[in-house]
C-alpha cells in the first residue's frame, strides 16, 4: 500500500544501546488534601470533644485527683471566657483578648508569607537542577537541625527591633519544611510527564511551569500546613520570651500574674485559630488543585 | 547491554508492531528513537536524515517523533482539552483559535466529543488512550511511538481500540511504531511486525502481514489471521520462555 503526506520512514541500522534504562521515581502522592471529601461525621467530633471535657471537668472538679485539682476546672475557665466582666480580665468580651488574637495572627502571616515566598521557589529550584542541589542541598541540610532557639543571640545582633527578630525566628522551621517537602514534590514527579512534554515540544522553561510546578503542588501543600502548624509553634515561644502582646505572652503573663483560667483560655484560642489558619491553607490548596478533588471523588476510578 | 546488533527499515505510513517479552529491550530502542537513551553504536536515521549516530548518540527529542507512554502521560492537572491543545499551544505555531478549532475537532473525529472539559482523571482509561494519542496527533508527527499503550486495559476496552487506533490511522496515515506483547494484537493491526529475541534484543523473524486494509474485527477469525497466528505463536513462545528462565524484570 502507498502512502501519501503524514508519513515517514525509520530506519534503525546495526544499533546498538547500552546501560540501564533510567528508572522513573514512582510517586508518592500524599493524600492529605483528600481527606476533606470524606463526608464529615460531626457527631463523631463533637463525641470526641464531649468525651474529654468530660474527663477535665470530671478529674479536676468532682474527683478532685491528686496533681489535676490545682488546675482551673471547665466551669471556672468557660465562666471567664464567656463573662462581661471576667475576674482575671481577659473574656470574649474584652478587646485586650482581641489584641493578643489580632497581633499573633499578624505575626504568623508574615512568618508564613515570607517562608513561602522564600521557600517554594527554592525548593523548586533545587528539584529541578541538580546542579544547584549539589552546590546548595548539603549546607541546607547542615543548617536544618539547628533550632529556632539556638538561633535567638544570632537573630538579636543581625536584626535591629524586636519585631524583625520574632519575625526571622519564627521563619526558620517554617522554612525549611516548606523547603524540602517542595523540593520532594518536585522529585516526586513521574519522569514520563517531563518525557512527554518535551516530545510535545516544551522548552525547558514551559516544562517547569507546565509540568513541574503543578505536578509538585500536592507536595507544596502538605509543606504548606505543616509549615502554617510550625509557624505557630515557633512563634509562641517567641512570644513567651519577647514580653509584649501576643497569645504566647499572654500565656506566660498569665503565669506570673496567677491568673491560670487565662492560660487555658489563651491555649484554647490558640487550638481554635491555629485550626483555622491550618483550614485555609487546606482550602486554598483544594481549590488549586481541583483536578485531584474530582479524581478522589470518583475514587481514583479508572 | 539492551539491544544488540538491532536493524530494522520501517516504510513511511508503515505500522510496525515490535512483539517481544518483558524486559529485552523494546521499549530502550523506542527511548533511543525519541531521543531519551543514547546509542552506542550504528545509526538511526528519519527520511534519510541521522537522528542518532556514534558522534551523536542522543537523539533530539522532538514532535516528529512523538510517545505514547505505556501508563499514559497525560497530565492530571489539566482538562482533556489542554492536554490536546499542549503541543501546538506551547510550539506557537497556530493563533489560539486555530488550535482549539483543530483540537475540538480532532477529539470529536475520535470519539472524544463531550470530555473536553474533564480531567483524565475523570474519564475510562480507554478513553485517556485515545486523548493521549489526539495529544500526539496535534502535532502532525511523522512518526507515532507506542510504548504498549493498551497494556493496561481489559480486553473488551482493548478490541474497542483497536479499531479506534485503525480508524485514526486511515484519517492520518502516520508512521507507526508500537511495541506490544500481545501476538495477536499485532497481527490484526500491523503491516510488519518483527518478533524480538530476548535481552539483548535482535529482530527474530520480520514478517509482513498481508491481510489487506482496512481491516476490522472479522480478521481475526479469517483463515489467513490463523496461519500468521501458527507461523508466529511458537517462535514468540520460545522467546517467552528463554525470557521467564533468564528471569527479565519487568520494565
Known amino acids: 500500500m502507498s502512502s501519501t503526506a503524514g508519513g515517514a520512514s525509520l530506519r534503525a541500522r546495526g544499533t546498538t544501546l547500552g546501560g540501564r534504562l533510567k528508572a522513573s521515581a514512582v510517586d508518592a502522592l500524599n493524600f492529605r488534601a483528600g481527606r476533606w471529601l470524606r463526608s464529615s461525621k460531626p457527631y463523631l467530633a463533637l463525641l470526641g470533644f464531649a468525651l474529654f471535657l468530660g474527663f477535665w471537668y470530671y478529674a479536676v472538679e468532682v474527683a478532685r485527683l491528686p496533681r489535676f485539682k490545682d488546675l482551673p476546672g471547665l466551669t471556672v475557665v468557660v465562666r471567664e471566657w464567656l463573662s462581661r466582666s471576667p475576674v482575671y480580665g481577659l473574656s470574649i468580651f474584652t478587646p485586650e483578648y482581641y489584641k493578643h488574637i489580632l497581633i499573633s495572627l499578624e505575626r504568623v502571616g508574615w512568618s508564613f508569607l515570607v517562608s513561602t515566598l522564600v521557600g517554594v521557589p527554592l525548593g523548586l529550584f533545587l528539584g529541578w537542577s541538580r546542579t544547584l542541589k549539589e552546590f546548595a542541598f548539603p549546607i541546607f541540610e547542615l543548617f536544618r537541625p539547628i533550632p529556632a532557639l539556638a538561633w535567638i543571640p544570632m537573630s538579636i545582633v543581625l536584626f535591629p527591633s524586636t519585631e524583625s527578630s520574632i519575625l526571622f525566628l519564627t521563619c526558620i522551621a517554617p522554612f525549611f519544611a516548606t523547603t524540602l517537602n517542595t523540593m520532594l514534590g518536585v522529585e516526586s514527579i513521574d519522569s514520563a510527564y517531563m518525557r512527554a512534554a518535551t516530545c510535545l515540544g516544551a522548552s525547558r522553561w514551559q516544562v517547569f511551569r507546565h509540568v513541574i510546578v503543578p505536578g509538585a503542588m500536592p507536595f507544596i501543600f502538605t509543606g504548606l500546613e505543616i509549615s502554617m502548624g510550625l509557624c505557630w509553634f515557633s512563634l509562641v515561644g517567641g512570644e513567651m520570651l519577647s514580653g509584649n502582646y501576643g497569645l504566647g505572652y499572654m500565656i506566660i503573663d498569665s503565669f506570673m500574674n496567677i491568673s491560670y483560667p487565662n492560660i487555658v483560655i489563651g491555649m484554647a484560642t490558640l487550638g481554635v485559630v491555629g485550626y483555622a489558619t491550618s483550614g485555609m491553607v487546606r482550602i486554598l490548596g483544594n481549590y488549586m488543585m481541583r483536578w485531584r478533588m474530582r479524581e478522589l471523588a470518583l475514587g481514583g476510578r479508572s | ?251
Open chain 2, 1 to 251: 547491554m539492551a539491544v544488540d546488533h538491532c536493524s530494522l527499515d520501517i516504510a513511511a505510513g508503515e505500522i510496525c508492531m515490535i512483539v517481544g517479552p518483558s524486559g529485552c529491550g523494546k521499549t530502550t530502542l523506542l527511548n533511543a528513537i525519541a531521543g531519551f537513551h543514547e546509542i552506542t553504536s550504528g545509526s538511526i536515521t528519519l527520511d534519510g536524515n541521522v537522528l542518532c549516530n556514534a558522534a551523536k548518540p542522543k537523539a533530539d527529542p522532538g514532535s516528529d517523533r512523538i510517545v505514547v507512554f505505556q501508563n499514559g502521560a497525560l497530565f492530571p492537572w489539566k482538562t482533556n482539552l489542554e492536554n490536546v491543545k499542549f503541543g501546538p499551544a506551547m510550539r506557537g505555531i497556530m493563533s489560539k483559535a486555530e488550535i482549539t478549532e483543530k483540537a475540538l475537532g480532532m477529539m470529536a473525529d475520535a470519539g472524544l466529543a463531550g470530555v473536553e472539559q474533564n480531567f483524565p482523571g475523570e474519564v475510562s482509561s480507554g478513553m485517556r488512550r485515545r486523548v493521549e494519542i489526539v495529544r500526539a496527533l496535534m502535532n502532525d508527527p511523522k512518526v507515532l511511538l507506542l510504548d504498549e499503550p493498551y497494556r493496561a486495559l481489559d480486553s473488551l476496552t482493548k478490541s474497542v481500540m483497536h479499531e479506534a487506533l485503525l480508524e485514526i490511522y486511515y484519517k492520518n496515515k502516520v508512521t507507526i511504531f508500537f511495541i506490544t506483547h500481545d501476538l495477536e494484537e499485532a497481527i490484526f493491526l500491523g503491516h510488519k511486525v518483527a518478533i524480538m529475541t530476548t535481552r539483548p534484543c535482535k529482530p527474530k523473524k520480520v514478517l509482513t502481514i498481508d491481510i489487506p486494509h482496512p481491516r476490522d474485527y472479522g480478521v481475526l477469525t479469517s483463515k489467513r489471521f490463523r496461519e500468521l497466528m501458527e507461523e508466529t505463536e511458537e517462535i514468540v513462545h520460545e522467546e517467552a520462555l528463554k525470557a521467564f528462565e533468564a528471569g527479565e524484570r519487568e520494565n
